[in-house]
């Protein structure tokens, strides 16, 4: 084990047993030479682990997997920043324990990164959904270079229907990400939406490239498909409120910038389409939700100032604002029209 590699490849692992072999042979088999492959270990205990120290073992890069352990079940946020404190590398690049990704993929975003001597580099990827098993989702970016205070910001926030960011397949200098404090917030799902909002709104210099890199998979025991259980608890749809809020506290120190609309704008939808999945799956939340709590869910981080000040989003922010002050009487079928007319109710 060396002291220093350009990358670091960090991989949370919890429960991954089916998956984590494949997952830990694509990251192995990248082509870029010199990759810490650095993997935390969150206390499954389900032999996801043995299969790792097997290739740790056995594995012609195996001297350059490091392993660290975590004295119980923390969560992915937890190891996450553990990653991140404890990474060899000058760039770091994080995994999911049941994705896949090309051989080529961080000699691509290493290369793009160092030519264009830019912060973060965000490729594209794929969903591959093996829950329903409809065809593969594409999401791919533009090629650009975004420079300037705010510049990635605005177009992110601005382009959010196709601008789709994971924190996974994202090269990031990370002195640059150490330097910003920024962390991951605990939550059970969406816990990364934070992390990549806060370091958009942070990045000064960036690159995003066409390039499908990444496969996300989407399997029958993905946290992201509640809404297909026929029972959930409502803590659990809580945590996603909180991750929103979190981020919807923080716009009141970005008051003046011209990339807030469109944050305030992406929030609210996020916020509605939250609040019609809990109309739509009333019947499974236990316990349920009072209308009162799915209005305060709306509840807008701009003040109807800040909004009429700017000519961005106008409508929709006054809409989403209205929505959040509305009397009950009138919120619930104002929430049931939009609903239906969104096709989500």
């Known amino acids: 084990m060396k002291d220093h590699y350009e990358v670091t490849i960090g991989i949370p692992v919890y ?5 984590i072999k494949e997952t830990i042979f694509s990251a192995l088999g990248q082509t870029f ?7 935390v270990d969150d206390c499954g205990n389900d032999g996801s682990m043995d299969v790792i120290s ?6 012609s890069r195996g001297d350059d997997i490091r392993i660290l352990r975590n004295d119980k079940n923390r969560g992915v946020s937890y190891s996450r920043n553990l990653i991140i404190d404890e990474a060899k590398g000058s760039y770091l690049y994080f ?15 290493h290369d793009a990164l160092i030519q264009n001597q830019v912060q973060i580099v965000y490729a594209s990827y794929e969903i591959i ?27 992110a926030f601005k382009n959010n229907h196709v601008f789709h960011v994971s924190v996974c397949n994202s090269l990031i200098n990370l002195l640059f990400l150490r330097q910003t404090g920024i962390r991951f917030i605990e939550a059970n799902y969406w816990e990364d939406m934070a992390f990549t909002t806060e370091l958009v709104i942070k990045v000064g210099k960036a690159v995003l490239l066409s390039d499908v890199t990444y496969h996300y998979n989407r399997w029958p025991d993905s946290l992201s498909h509640y809404q297909n259980r026929l029972h959930l608890e409502k803590w659990e749809i809580l945590k996603n409120v909180f991750v929103v809020d979190y981020i919807k506290e923080k716009c009141h120190s970005m008051r003046g910038m011209p990339y807030l609309p469109y944050l305030g704008y992406v929030l609210e939808m996020n916020s509605f389409y939250m609040v019609c999945h809990i109309f739509k799956l009333s019947h499974n939340i236990v316990p349920p939700f009072t209308y009162q709590e799915m209005r305060n869910i709306m509840r807008h981080p701009l003040s109807i100032q800040d909004i009429v000040r700017s000519h961005h989003k106008l409508i929709a922010n006054i809409v989403y604002y209205l929505l959040g002050k509305m009397p009950i009487l009138f919120f619930v079928p104002s929430i049931w029209l939009a609903g239906k007319l969104k096709r989500v109710l």
């Open 129 to 155: 959904d093996k829950v329903g098993k409809t065809p593969p989702q594409v999401y791919k970016k533009a090629s650009l270079i975004l420079k300037g205070e705010g510049k990635l910001a605005i177009y």
């Open 15 to 19: 429960r991954s047993v089916k998956y």
């Open 95 to 109: 995994m999911d324990s049941d994705d896949l990704i090309e051989p080529d993929t961080i000699r691509i975003l």
């Open 54 to 59: 097997l290739l740790q073992s056995s594995h």
């Open 33 to 39: 030479p010199d990759i810490e492959f650095l993997i």
